[in-house]
């Protein structure tokens, strides 16, 4: 269990020396009783650790497609200006030091970076040489730092608000008073709540296993890794209503008889961290944590935070609960679920912000409340997080069954021509379908809608998607590590002007092999959005087959690419 602390120790040597020496490994190594090497390892899988020295002030810029969209290498270049330094190399720079980074939560407000961790939004070149000059200065970085906070809409009417309505401390742990576990577990399956965190297994039945596992200790995890680009959901609850999650999480506990609880946050919320501390002492002095909740002898439960690092794939639960452990943030092989075989080996549960958020509410406002709203299948309301070519980007509450039309009227979206439903991992959708409705029974969505006008490169979109991708896989097998990388390369040849039609078609026969033999999530929906595409915007890929066919430079051009190609397969083991 002792190694369970090697993600903070690693966190406090980076945040005290700016990175983490060979001395700092050998005294983790001694006290934490794990091998330097096994340390090397960790430290080399996470983004926000370093082992070269970096300046006072770190910088990392998003370079998601939103920010692409929104003047992403503008700002790169006022940076790299403004501080002498080059995004991506250590440099003698004691003051600064600048990284790329993927998605942080805020595609809402994009350009936007985090410097040493604090949230600086809506960039332009003006607005960073402002900031750098005033940090040379001296100004302090809690002065000039920007507000996170994302604008929330309620689109369903009146009293069917859920997540943003009235909060009062305690209202639904009040209520499990009355209620035995069985009792409340029959509620959430009444109420179909399901993980919302892109999974949407039932959370009622997870919760069940979990309480008659004979596992002597349990667990139960918020996963507040919220990585997926374009979504920031789960940040505005966190950033609004911490206390909803937790009580969620209580809940969890009584009914799974867990003791224990630990919230993962993704260290781009790093800002939060303070906010849900006060919230955890809230429900402390108010007696719901701690021993003898609600003063049943055997009601105890405790929450800790434990922050992330920075790795895409920690999202995935059997990653994240590797990360917890100390280790590198690697999916499990599936071989039992975490409620049989969790954290150091017990059961336990590990639901999304969301979804906490959510079993709260239905505890307090009961199953009557949840049956008028939403759909057959999808009960109630979820939260989606709407970015890109719209006027008013941020949280939309909906109403399960809203059309795709809807939330573009009411986000003010212009010319929107490609749609991206849940992150990269998610699907595409183009306008012959935006009266879909978001919804189990047609469209399901795990939380964000990426607006992109008809004046966008559907390619530039898929490239980025794709270097994300190709970034974030943690490359321990083979057909994610090697195929998205494959996928990437067909980009460039697209690019290039020398695609076939052949290359299209591989292109999805690549895709398939890639999600049908990936071990983790990361790799089985990689490739999805690729594919879709090309069936989706047929038209603008055909006529990136046909410059090709009509373009002269072809067969040298030809030979290059398959040399790239090639290349790959020589220097992946298969
Ligand atoms: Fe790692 Fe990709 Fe395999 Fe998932 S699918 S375990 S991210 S290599």
Known sequence: MKRSRLLTRLWEFQNKFGFISDNAISEIAQKLRVSKIEIEGVISFYHFFHRQPTGKYIIYLNNSIISEHKGFELVKTAFEKETGCTFGKYCDNTLFSLFETS?????????????????????????????????????????????????????????????FRDYFLGNSIKKILKYSPEELLSTLFKTNLEGHGGAFFSTGLKWKYCKESNSTK??????????????FKDKSLLNNVPELVIEGMI????????????????????YLFKKIKNAIQKFKNKGYLGNEILGMKDFKFNIKIQLGAGAYVCGAETALIESLEGKRGEPRIRKYFPTEYGYFGNSTVVNNVETFAKAARIIELGTDFFSNIGTQKSKGTKLISISGDVAKPGIYEIEWGTTIKELLHLSQATAPYYLQISGPSGECINEMEFDRKICKEDLICGGSIMVFNRYRSILQIIENFMKFFNEESCGSCTPCRAGNQI????????????CTSKDLEEIKEWGKIVSLTSRCGLGQTSTKTFSMAID???????????????????EFDMEEAVYDYDSIIKTTQF
Not at 253 to 266: V, W
Request: with cysteine; glycine share 6%.
């Open 487 to 498: 996928l990437y390369e067909k980009i460039k040849k697209i690019k290039k002007g020398i």
């Open 536 to 554: 989706k915007f047929k038209d603008y890929f055909n006529l990136k087959v046909k410059t090709c066919t009509d373009n002269c430079s072809i």
């Open 218 to 231: 349990k667990y139960i995890i918020c996963n507040a890794d919220e990585g997926e680009p374009g979504t």
């Open 103 to 163: 998605c942080i939560g805020l595609s809402d407000q994009e350009p936007a970076a985090l410097i040493n961790f604090h949230p600086f939004t809506n960039l332009n070149p003006e607005k960073v040489k402002s900031i750098v000059q005033k940090l040379k200065i001296g100004v302090s970085l809690e002065t000039l730092q920007n507000n996170p906070t994302s604008k929330i809409q309620y689109i369903p009417s009146g009293n069917k608000t859920i997540f």
């Open 251 to 270: 809940i969890a506990s009584y009914i799974t008889g867990a003791s224990k609880g630990i919230i993962y946050l993704r260290a781009e919320y790093t």
